[in-house]
């Protein structure tokens, strides 16, 4: 059974930083694509960064801020947030998949809906 469980949201201010983190479990976590999401209220859920083969993709507003990266000994995927703005404010989420078919058409900016395993999300909220 394939788990994600995110942790590492808190309340911090802005120009703040905060590493999340999110343990898989059920998988071999050195073949898969793993990625970052976030859902702020009232707004639709959007793409933050993606680790896909390799390669990695961010939201242009987190560029340069925001870093993804995954300790395969720890199934840890993380999310290092720098500089952070009010304006990231929200529901972080991990998401992944494990089929290369699926994570073929994912970014971090499209295709999100294709991943099939969700964490439970984590609440990250940064005041001014």
């Known amino acids: 059974q394939v788990q994600l469980v995110e942790s590492g949201g808190d309340s911090v201010q802005a120009r703040g930083s905060l590493r999340l983190s999110c343990v898989l479990s059920?998988?071999?976590?050195?073949?898969?694509?793993m990625g970052w999401f976030r859902q702020a209220p009232g707004k639709e859920r959007e793409g933050v960064a993606l680790?896909?083969?390799?390669?990695?993709s961010y939201l242009d507003a987190v560029k340069g801020r925001f870093a993804i990266s995954k300790d395969n000994a720890k199934k840890t995927l993380y999310l290092q947030m720098n500089n952070l703005e009010p304006e990231d404010t929200a529901i972080y989420y991990c998401?992944?998949?494990?089929?290369?078919?699926?994570?073929?058409?994912?970014?971090?900016?499209?295709?999100?809906?294709?991943?099939?395993?969700w964490g439970q999300g984590t609440q990250v909220t940064v005041s001014s």
């Open positions: 059920g998988w071999n976590p050195s073949t898969y694509c």
């Open positions: 998401a992944a998949d494990f089929n290369p078919y699926i994570c073929s058409a994912v970014t971090a900016t499209s295709g999100a809906e294709r991943l099939r395993y």
């Open positions: 680790l896909n083969t390799g390669r990695t």
